[in-house]
Protein backbone atom coordinates (compact mmCIF):
# COMPACT_ATOMS: atom_id res chain seq x y z
CA UNK A 1 0.00 0.00 0.00
CA UNK A 2 1.18 3.19 -0.91
CA UNK A 3 1.40 5.93 2.27
CA UNK A 4 2.71 9.78 2.35
CA UNK A 5 3.48 11.18 5.70
CA UNK A 6 3.99 14.75 6.26
CA UNK A 7 4.73 15.04 10.18
CA UNK A 8 4.01 18.91 10.26
CA UNK A 9 1.00 19.71 10.84
CA UNK A 10 1.14 23.39 10.64
CA UNK A 11 4.87 25.62 10.32
CA UNK A 12 5.73 29.09 10.62
CA UNK A 13 7.93 31.56 8.40
CA UNK A 14 9.15 35.18 8.02
CA UNK A 15 8.15 36.56 4.90
CA UNK A 16 11.62 36.46 2.62
CA UNK A 17 13.22 33.58 4.35
CA UNK A 18 13.00 29.81 2.82
CA UNK A 19 11.34 27.30 4.76
CA UNK A 20 11.28 23.26 4.26
CA UNK A 21 7.84 21.63 4.49
CA UNK A 22 8.60 17.34 5.02
CA UNK A 23 7.09 14.46 3.20
CA UNK A 24 8.14 11.01 3.58
CA UNK A 25 6.49 8.31 1.23
CA UNK A 26 5.96 4.66 1.05
CA UNK A 27 5.88 2.07 -1.42
CA UNK A 28 7.16 -1.04 -2.68
CA UNK A 29 7.29 0.02 -6.70
CA UNK A 30 10.40 1.17 -7.89
CA UNK A 31 8.25 3.51 -10.22
CA UNK A 32 6.28 6.36 -8.80
CA UNK A 33 5.96 10.02 -9.15
CA UNK A 34 5.82 12.98 -6.34
CA UNK A 35 3.81 16.19 -6.06
CA UNK A 36 3.68 18.93 -4.33
CA UNK A 37 0.06 20.94 -3.88
CA UNK A 38 -0.81 24.25 -2.53
CA UNK A 39 -4.66 24.78 -1.28
CA UNK A 40 -5.33 28.14 -0.22
CA UNK A 41 -8.28 28.90 1.62
CA UNK A 42 -10.37 29.75 -1.18
CA UNK A 43 -10.10 25.48 -1.56
CA UNK A 44 -8.38 24.93 -5.06
CA UNK A 45 -5.70 22.42 -4.98
CA UNK A 46 -2.46 24.10 -7.36
CA UNK A 47 -0.20 21.92 -8.96
CA UNK A 48 3.94 23.09 -7.94
CA UNK A 49 6.25 20.91 -8.59
CA UNK A 50 6.70 17.01 -9.41
CA UNK A 51 9.48 14.30 -9.37
CA UNK A 52 10.11 11.49 -10.95
CA UNK A 53 11.64 8.45 -9.31
CA UNK A 54 14.12 7.99 -12.19
CA UNK A 55 14.83 11.32 -12.08
CA UNK A 56 18.56 11.84 -11.13
CA UNK A 57 18.07 15.64 -10.34
CA UNK A 58 15.88 17.27 -8.10
CA UNK A 59 12.79 19.42 -9.80
CA UNK A 60 12.26 23.29 -9.73
CA UNK A 61 10.04 25.78 -10.56
CA UNK A 62 10.62 28.80 -9.73
CA UNK A 63 10.86 29.68 -5.87
CA UNK A 64 9.89 26.12 -5.64
CA UNK A 65 12.57 23.12 -5.30
CA UNK A 66 12.44 19.56 -4.17
CA UNK A 67 14.88 17.87 -2.39
CA UNK A 68 14.13 14.48 -3.48
CA UNK A 69 16.51 11.60 -0.74
CA UNK A 70 15.27 8.20 -2.66
CA UNK A 71 17.59 5.66 -0.57
CA UNK A 72 15.35 7.90 2.89
CA UNK A 73 12.61 7.65 0.72
CA UNK A 74 11.54 12.01 1.61
CA UNK A 75 10.52 14.48 -1.19
CA UNK A 76 10.97 17.63 0.85
CA UNK A 77 9.47 21.03 -0.78
CA UNK A 78 11.54 23.55 -0.38
CA UNK A 79 10.01 27.60 -0.77
CA UNK A 80 12.50 30.15 -1.18
CA UNK A 81 12.02 33.50 -0.41
CA UNK A 82 9.19 33.90 1.25
CA UNK A 83 5.66 35.77 -0.07
CA UNK A 84 2.62 36.82 2.08
CA UNK A 85 0.80 34.84 -0.64
CA UNK A 86 2.58 31.72 0.23
CA UNK A 87 0.25 30.80 3.46
CA UNK A 88 -1.49 27.99 2.95
CA UNK A 89 -1.91 24.24 3.25
CA UNK A 90 0.12 22.55 1.74
CA UNK A 91 -0.01 18.44 0.76
CA UNK A 92 2.27 15.84 -1.02
CA UNK A 93 1.26 13.42 -3.16
CA UNK A 94 2.59 10.12 -4.69
CA UNK A 95 1.09 8.15 -8.11
CA UNK A 96 2.42 4.72 -7.68
CA UNK A 97 0.88 1.65 -9.35
CA UNK A 98 -1.80 0.25 -7.48
CA UNK A 99 -1.59 -3.55 -6.47
CA UNK A 100 -2.56 -5.62 -9.10
CA UNK A 101 -3.83 -2.72 -11.15
CA UNK A 102 -2.60 -1.25 -14.36
CA UNK A 103 -2.99 2.38 -13.49
CA UNK A 104 -1.49 4.97 -10.90
CA UNK A 105 -3.62 6.14 -7.69
CA UNK A 106 -2.74 9.75 -6.53
CA UNK A 107 -2.51 9.51 -3.23
CA UNK A 108 -2.29 12.52 -0.35
CA UNK A 109 -0.59 13.23 2.81
CA UNK A 110 -2.59 14.94 5.33
CA UNK A 111 -0.87 18.22 4.75
CA UNK A 112 1.05 21.18 6.28
CA UNK A 113 -0.10 24.24 7.16
CA UNK A 114 2.12 26.92 6.43
CA UNK A 115 1.72 30.82 7.98
CA UNK A 116 4.09 33.38 6.25
CA UNK A 117 4.46 36.68 8.86
CA UNK A 118 5.67 39.99 7.65
CA UNK B 1 -10.16 31.22 -16.76
CA UNK B 2 -11.25 28.25 -14.60
CA UNK B 3 -11.04 24.60 -15.95
CA UNK B 4 -12.89 22.90 -13.17
CA UNK B 5 -15.30 24.02 -12.16
CA UNK B 6 -17.41 23.09 -9.46
CA UNK B 7 -20.90 23.80 -8.40
CA UNK B 8 -22.34 24.83 -5.88
CA UNK B 9 -19.45 26.35 -3.50
CA UNK B 10 -21.23 25.58 -0.77
CA UNK B 11 -24.10 23.29 -0.39
CA UNK B 12 -26.31 22.69 2.66
CA UNK B 13 -28.75 19.63 2.70
CA UNK B 14 -30.84 17.90 5.04
CA UNK B 15 -30.26 14.51 7.05
CA UNK B 16 -31.01 11.99 4.76
CA UNK B 17 -31.92 14.58 1.84
CA UNK B 18 -30.28 13.33 -1.41
CA UNK B 19 -27.89 15.61 -2.66
CA UNK B 20 -25.92 15.83 -6.23
CA UNK B 21 -23.03 17.94 -6.77
CA UNK B 22 -21.58 18.46 -9.99
CA UNK B 23 -18.39 19.11 -11.72
CA UNK B 24 -17.52 20.10 -15.21
CA UNK B 25 -14.42 20.83 -17.14
CA UNK B 26 -13.15 22.51 -20.05
CA UNK B 27 -9.74 20.24 -20.67
CA UNK B 28 -11.00 17.46 -22.49
CA UNK B 29 -9.52 15.41 -19.84
CA UNK B 30 -10.51 11.31 -20.21
CA UNK B 31 -9.71 11.28 -16.35
CA UNK B 32 -12.14 12.80 -13.38
CA UNK B 33 -12.02 12.05 -9.79
CA UNK B 34 -14.01 12.75 -6.82
CA UNK B 35 -12.25 13.28 -3.51
CA UNK B 36 -13.48 13.89 -0.22
CA UNK B 37 -11.58 15.96 1.96
CA UNK B 38 -12.07 16.28 5.60
CA UNK B 39 -11.12 19.01 7.93
CA UNK B 40 -7.08 18.35 9.02
CA UNK B 41 -6.97 14.75 7.15
CA UNK B 42 -5.68 14.27 3.58
CA UNK B 43 -8.19 13.79 0.38
CA UNK B 44 -9.33 10.41 -0.04
CA UNK B 45 -10.26 9.25 -3.38
CA UNK B 46 -14.13 8.04 -3.99
CA UNK B 47 -13.89 7.00 -6.91
CA UNK B 48 -12.70 7.96 -10.41
CA UNK B 49 -13.98 7.96 -14.55
CA UNK B 50 -11.39 6.80 -17.52
CA UNK B 51 -13.71 7.82 -19.75
CA UNK B 52 -17.06 5.82 -19.24
CA UNK B 53 -15.30 3.18 -17.32
CA UNK B 54 -16.09 4.15 -13.65
CA UNK B 55 -13.56 3.15 -11.01
CA UNK B 56 -14.48 2.36 -7.24
CA UNK B 57 -12.81 2.44 -3.94
CA UNK B 58 -13.02 -0.32 -2.29
CA UNK B 59 -13.64 1.54 1.10
CA UNK B 60 -15.70 3.81 -0.74
CA UNK B 61 -19.52 3.61 1.32
CA UNK B 62 -22.64 2.29 -1.14
CA UNK B 63 -23.99 5.84 -0.05
CA UNK B 64 -21.66 7.77 -3.04
CA UNK B 65 -22.53 7.60 -6.46
CA UNK B 66 -21.31 8.70 -9.75
CA UNK B 67 -22.14 10.09 -13.06
CA UNK B 68 -20.45 11.02 -16.13
CA UNK B 69 -22.81 11.90 -18.94
CA UNK B 70 -20.45 13.55 -21.13
CA UNK B 71 -16.45 14.39 -21.55
CA UNK B 72 -17.51 17.50 -20.20
CA UNK B 73 -19.34 16.49 -16.77
CA UNK B 74 -19.26 14.26 -13.68
CA UNK B 75 -21.92 14.44 -10.62
CA UNK B 76 -21.51 13.13 -6.84
CA UNK B 77 -24.97 11.83 -5.73
CA UNK B 78 -24.98 11.28 -2.11
CA UNK B 79 -28.20 9.25 -1.18
CA UNK B 80 -28.72 9.80 2.10
CA UNK B 81 -26.47 12.02 3.34
CA UNK B 82 -25.43 11.41 7.29
CA UNK B 83 -23.94 14.27 9.88
CA UNK B 84 -20.11 12.27 8.75
CA UNK B 85 -20.89 12.94 5.02
CA UNK B 86 -19.88 16.69 6.14
CA UNK B 87 -16.39 17.48 4.03
CA UNK B 88 -15.36 19.69 1.25
CA UNK B 89 -15.72 17.29 -2.16
CA UNK B 90 -13.17 17.73 -4.76
CA UNK B 91 -13.19 16.92 -8.42
CA UNK B 92 -10.03 16.80 -10.36
CA UNK B 93 -9.35 16.00 -13.84
CA UNK B 94 -6.00 14.44 -15.78
CA UNK B 95 -5.43 13.39 -19.01
CA UNK B 96 -4.20 9.80 -17.93
CA UNK B 97 -3.46 8.01 -15.61
CA UNK B 98 0.17 7.71 -16.22
CA UNK B 99 2.78 8.13 -13.61
CA UNK B 100 3.78 11.57 -14.15
CA UNK B 101 0.52 13.00 -14.98
CA UNK B 102 -0.93 15.96 -13.08
CA UNK B 103 -3.86 16.31 -11.93
CA UNK B 104 -6.23 19.40 -12.32
CA UNK B 105 -8.82 20.42 -9.44
CA UNK B 106 -11.68 22.13 -8.88
CA UNK B 107 -12.36 24.85 -6.19
CA UNK B 108 -14.30 22.20 -4.34
CA UNK B 109 -17.52 22.18 -2.47
CA UNK B 110 -18.52 22.37 1.17
CA UNK B 111 -21.12 20.52 2.25
CA UNK B 112 -22.88 21.10 5.58
CA UNK B 113 -25.70 18.01 6.62
CA UNK B 114 -27.94 19.82 9.36
Known amino acids: AQKITQTQPGMFVQEKEAVTLDCTYDTSDQSYGLFWYKQPSSGEMIFLIY??????QNATEGRYSLNFQKARKSANLVISASQLGDSAMYFC???????????????FGKGTLLTVNP | DAMVIQNPRYQVTQFGKPVTLSCSQTLNHNVMYWYQQKSSQAPKLLFH???????NEADTPDNFQSRRPNTSFCFLDIRSPGLGDAAMYLC?????????????FGQGTRLTVV
Open chain 1, 93 to 107: AMRARRSGGSNYKLT
Open chain 2, 49 to 55: YYDKDFN
Open chain 2, 92 to 104: ATSRDRGLNTEAF
Open chain 1, 51 to 56: QGSYDE
